[in-house]
Nanobody, 114 residues
């Protein structure tokens, strides 16, 4: 059974940090491009960061220099390190794995507020 399970979300003050995890099972994780998306209330889901099979990364302009995407293929887990969080980063964060098929996690809530 294919699964992507996100964790690590929560409430954090502006300027704080969180690390999201995405645990994969049921498919060969290392062969898939991994991405993180987010969706804020009333807004469309947007791409935050992508990490290719070969290790190339891309980030949305709004998170460059603050977020870092990574993966541990031995642990079948992807990560999103988020630093210097801002209120506008508040959203549900989703991980996605794509090869010829695309799989999504259920999402984890990140709330940045004082």
């Amino acid at each position: 059974q294919v699964q992507l399970v996100e964790s690590g979300g929560g409430l954090v003050q502006p300027g704080g940090s969180l690390r999201l995890s995405c645990a994969a099972s049921g498919f060969i994780f290392r062969r898939y491009v991994m991405s993180w998306y987010r969706q804020a209330p009333g807004k469309e889901r947007e791409l935050v960061a992508t990490l290719s099979v070969g290790g190339s990364t891309n980030y949305a302009d709004s998170v460059k220099g603050r977020f870092t995407i990574s993966r541990d293929n031995a642990q079948n887990t992807g990560y999103l390190q988020m630093n210097n969080l801002k209120p506008e980063d508040t959203a549900v964060y989703y991980c996605r794995a794509q090869n010829n098929l695309a799989y999504w996690g259920q999402g984890t809530q990140v709330t940045v507020s004082s």
